[in-house]
């Protein structure tokens, strides 16, 4: 994890301090950060700090960054979260490489997750392929890196059908972690109403417009999320 901070005007991530063994100075450190989650920090929501304080991005030429604060990125943002709050779908058109899936296929699931303890997203495209590729360029790169950093457990749960954060040594039957489902629902109608079974806290449909069956999944989605769907 790191913190942020400004720097003549600028947001500059910091890296996590060596406490070695300063047990009280790291849980204080990480209490404040955690709030910052939750409460949001400067001018900055809390799912946006989150974003620019632990987000591990892969570029397209396969190399590690991490994100960067952009206004436009804080207008979309502040958006979604007030359209998730009056319980409102949130559609954005865009160019691409605009970070669009990196931010709500890789963080947004990863934020609710943790900040959210058990509840459900769900993941889909619009056909196998981007769906493959959302998960292993977006979803994956940054779920290592909450793990490198300890945040969820090395042996957390991940196959074809979910992605369970929480231990697979896990001896407590009760506690079952936050599920991200990624579905695929592009091939027929019966896979487009997948989602109608899903109780989710947060829902993504990326690239509406190529999926072969926009208006299906929509409904499906709209039946199963709690709150709206990006």
């Known amino acids: 994890m790191a913190s942020l901070i400004i720097e003549d005007d600028k947001i500059v991530r910091l890296p996590t301090p060596d ?63 007030k ?52 998960l292993n360029n977006k979803l994956y790169p940054y779920l290592n890196g909450l793990k490198e950093e300890g945040f969820i457990p090395d042996d957390y749960y991940s196959n074809n059908d979910f992605i369970r954060l929480v231990s697979r040594k896990k001896t407590d039957k009760t ?13 027929d109608d019966k896979s487009a109403a997948k989602l109608e079974g899903l109780a989710g806290r947060y829902g993504l449909l990326d690239e509406w417009f190529l999926h072969p069956r926009a208006d299906q999944v929509h409904l499906s989605f709209r039946s199963s999320m709690l709150e709206g769907i990006t």
């Open 83 to 134: 359209a998730m709050e009056n319980g409102y779908d949130y559609g954005v058109i865009k160019r691409r490489r605009y970070g669009f899936s990196s931010f709500f296929g890789g963080c947004v699931p990863c934020y609710f997750s943790l900040v959210e303890k058990g509840c459900t997203t769900v993941l889909t495209s619009a056909d196998d392929f981007r769906l493959t590729d959302l």
């Open 19 to 81: 406490f070695r063994t300063d047990r009280h100075a790291k849980h204080k450190y990480f209490d404040n950060e955690f709030r910052k989650w939750h409460e949001g920090w400067e001018f900055l929501s809390g799912l946006h700090y989150f974003y620019l304080s632990t987000g591990h991005l892969i570029n397209p030429k396969g190399r590690k960054i991490f994100p960067q604060y952009r206004d436009w990125d804080e207008i979309i943002i502040n958006n979604f979260l």
């Open 175 to 187: 506690e079952h972690g936050s599920v991200i489902y990624p579905v695929a629902t592009s091939k």
